[in-house]
C-alpha cells in the first residue's frame, strides 16, 4: 500500500529513536509549497586505526599483467591499484589492441578484462587466449556485473570472476589466486562445490527457480544469496510475469513477494493452485516483510508452500531451498 499511497512515518519515527540512542538529535523545517529540510546531528569521533591495506605476496611482484579495459577511467584506476600492489600493468583500451599484444606473443603472466564477455569481440579475446594457453597457462581475471553471461571465456579453465564494482580486497584475491603458480585456479564448474542434494535432483545449479520481486535493490540482494549458495534464476518484476514465465518453462521453486503492482503475490499463489496440479506446479515460497500474526497463515491459505520474512538472509533462504527440495521430491515421484 505504501508504493501506491505513500507512507505512514514509521521510518521517521524509526530514524528518530535511532539518532536518540546515538546520542543525537533530528528534525525537520518546513515551508508549505516549497519543500522540507531534514537535519541531522550525531557526536562521532574520529577512528583511533584503520586496517592495513591489501598486500601482494613477494613472489608475485613484477609479474606483467595486460589490463583490458575500454573506459579510460576504469583503466587509469585499475592501473593505478593494480601497480601500486607491485604488479606491473600494461594497458589495453579495446579488445583489438589485447589482441594484438597477445599475437605479439608478448610476455605476459595474466589478463584482466574488464568488459562484457560475449559478443565478437570478447570471442575474438577468448580465442587469442586460448592459442597462448596453449603454449603455456595465462590465468584470467574477468570483471563482470552480476548475472551477465560469460561467453567463451566460460572455456578458459583459469578464469576467475570478480563483480563489478571490485572490492580491492577481492581483486586482489582473485589476482593473487590466479597467478600464484603453486596454486592453479579451479574451473567455473568447481569454484562452489556443493554438497549433493536428494536423489531427485543432479545438483543445486539443475533447479529451475523464479524470483518474483518488484524492487530492484531486493532484487540484487536476492540474486546474491541464490548466487553465494551456488543458484541462478530468472526475475519477474510482478504476479503476472511469474505466471507468464511458468507457462513458457517448467520451474521447481517460485521465490514470491506478496505485495507486488498489477499482480500480488496472494493472487498470484492462488492462480498457479487453480492452473496446475501439485505434481507440475512449482514450489512457492512467500517472502514478504508483514510478520504479524496471520500473515503466514494467510501466504499458507493461498496456496504457498513456506514462508520466509524480509529481509532475507542466506541461511534462511538456504533452509527453505532444502525444504522445498524435501517437498518437490515428495510431491514429484520418481
Known amino acids: 500500500t505504501t508504493r501506491v499511497y505513500g507512507g505512514t512515518g514509521l521510518g521517521l519515527a524509526i530514524s528518530s529513536r535511532l539518532v536518540g540512542l546515538m546520542q543525537g538529535r533530528i528534525w525537520v523545517e518546513s515551508t508549505p509549497g516549497r519543500g522540507s529540510l531534514f537535519h541531522l546531528e550525531i557526536p562521532l569521533h574520529p577512528a583511533t586505526a584503520t586496517p592495513p591495506p591489501p598486500a601482494l605476496p613477494a613472489e608475485l611482484h613484477g609479474l606483467n599483467l595486460l589490463v583490458v579495459a575500454p573506459h579510460p577511467g576504469i583503466r587509469r584506476q585499475l592501473l593505478n591499484q593494480i601497480e601500486g600492489w607491485g604488479l606491473h600493468a600494461v594497458p589495453a583500451g579495446d579488445f583489438t589492441a589485447a589482441v594484438a599484444r597477445l599475437a605479439a606473443g608478448e610476455p605476459f603472466d595474466g589478463v584482466l578484462v574488464d568488459a562484457p564477455a560475449s559478443g565478437p569481440n570478447g570471442d575474438a579475446l577468448a580465442a587469442a587466449l586460448r592459442r597462448v594457453a596453449a603454449a603455456r597457462p595465462l590465468p584470467l581475471v574477468l570483471l563482470t556485473r552480476r548475472g551477465e553471461a560469460l561467453g567463451n571465456h566460460a572455456e578458459l579453465a583459469a578464469a576467475r570472476i570478480v563483480a563489478k564494482p571490485p572490492k580491492a580486497a577481492l581483486l586482489l584475491d582473485a589476482l593473487v589466486q590466479a597467478l600464484r603458480p603453486a596454486t592453479p585456479a579451479p574451473t567455473l564448474a568447481t569454484r562452489n562445490p556443493t554438497p549433493p542434494p536428494p536423489a531427485a535432483f543432479s545438483a543445486p545449479s539443475a533447479l529451475r527457480l523464479v524470483l518474483a520481486e518488484d524492487l530492484p535493490v531486493n532484487q540484487r540482494v536476492a540474486l546474491l544469496i541464490l548466487e553465494s549458495l551456488g543458484h541462478t534464476a530468472s526475475i519477474a518484476n510482478h504476479g503476472l510475469e511469474a505466471l507468464a514465465l511458468i507457462s513458457r518453462q517448467p520451474v521447481d521453486i517460485l521465490f514470491l513477494d506478496v505485495q507486488m503492482p498489477e499482480m500480488d503475490g496472494l493472487t498470484c499463489a492462488a492462480r498457479l493452485c487453480e492452473d496446475y496440479p501439485p505434481e507440475t506446479r512449482p514450489w512457492i515460497i512467500a517472502m514478504t516483510a508483514n510478520a504479524?500474526?496471520?500473515?503466514?497463515?494467510?501466504?499458507?491459505?493461498?496456496?504457498?508452500?513456506?514462508?520466509?520474512?524480509?529481509?532475507?538472509?542466506?541461511?534462511?533462504?538456504?533452509?527453505?531451498?532444502?525444504?522445498a527440495m524435501e517437498g518437490l521430491a515428495a510431491r514429484r515421484p520418481g
Not at 496471520?294 to 532444502?322: F, H, N, T, V, W
Open 292 to 323: 504479524l500474526e496471520g500473515d503466514r497463515e494467510r501466504c499458507l491459505a493461498a496456496g504457498m508452500d513456506d514462508y520466509i520474512s524480509k529481509p532475507i538472509s542466506g541461511p534462511a533462504i538456504s533452509a527453505a531451498i532444502d525444504r
